[in-house]
């Protein structure tokens, strides 16, 4: 089916490592790409690519991929990482999906 | 540094149409995908279309008879119109770059460049 599927809350203690998954199709033949959105602000490219960071992204955040689930981990993560995480990739048609999105929450 | 820059009427009345530019600076238009994407309030990321700079397009199937972009590389811009609007429409509009990057047996693509937004709301 052509969409992606994302939990809608997850939670990690400060400083421990939390996973953020991504299910769909369209992950079986291209990568996908995350982005977090805090509130008020504009989403921000976070991963991309095989596992690829754009300059300025921490190097807790980290990329993966198995048949059609994407992941994005976050290694210790911190305060200022609660937020809104989406996937994203193009299907074969060209056209691109989002996920639902995965609220984070720093505890 | 490359930065987009939407603009266009924060209000529009229902059955009209939707009309914004965004502003590519700091960079050329001219490689590169250049998207449109929508988050009405409280709700999540919707894709709405890209358009090549030569000006191949492709759109949301389900906004598709709706939408119309385009691109004016002279004035490195590009824009959305979108049609026959209702309250459903009401949302922050986003313009952002898309890149292309190659592997093994293809490509992948990330939107790593992103405009501001713009709230836009359908009302009479």
């Known amino acids: 089916s052509s969409e992606l599927t994302q939990d809608p809350a997850v939670s990690v203690a400060l400083g421990q490592t939390v996973r953020i998954t991504c299910q769909g199709d369209?992950?079986?033949?291209?990568?996908a790409s995350w982005y977090q959105q805090k509130p008020g602000q504009a989403p921000v490219l976070v991963i991309y690519?095989?596992?690829n960071r754009p300059s300025g992204i921490p190097d807790r955040f980290s990329g993966s991929s198995s048949g059609n689930t994407a992941s994005l981990t976050i290694t210790g993560a911190q305060a200022e990482d609660e937020a809104d995480y989406y996937c994203?990739?193009?299907?074969?048609?060209?056209?691109?999906?989002f996920g639902g999105g995965t609220k984070l929450t720093v505890l | 540094q490359v930065q987009l820059q939407e603009s266009g009427p924060g209000l529009v009345k229902p059955s009209e149409t939707l009309s914004l530019t965004c502003t590519v600076s700091?960079?050329?238009?001219?490689?590169?995908?250049w998207s449109w994407i929508r988050q009405p309030p409280g709700k999540g990321l919707e894709w709405i279309g890209y358009?090549?700079?030569?000006?191949?397009?492709n759109y949301n199937p389900s906004l598709k008879s709706r939408v119309t972009i385009s691109v004016d590389t002279s004035k490195n811009q590009f824009s959305l119109k979108l049609s026959s609007v209702t309250a459903a429409d009401t949302a922050v509009y986003y313009c952002?770059?898309?890149?292309?990057?190659?592997?093994?047996?293809?490509?992948?693509?990330?939107?790593?460049?992103w405009g501001k937004g713009t709230t836009v709301t359908v009302s009479s």
């Open positions: 952002a770059r898309e890149a292309k990057g190659a592997v093994a047996g293809g490509y992948y693509y990330y939107m790593d460049v």
């Open positions: 700091g960079g050329s238009i001219s490689s590169y995908y």
């Open positions: 358009i090549y700079y030569s000006g191949s397009t």
């Open positions: 369209s992950l079986r033949s291209y990568y």
């Open positions: 690519g095989k596992n």
């Open positions: 994203n990739s193009r299907d074969s048609s060209g056209n691109h999906l």
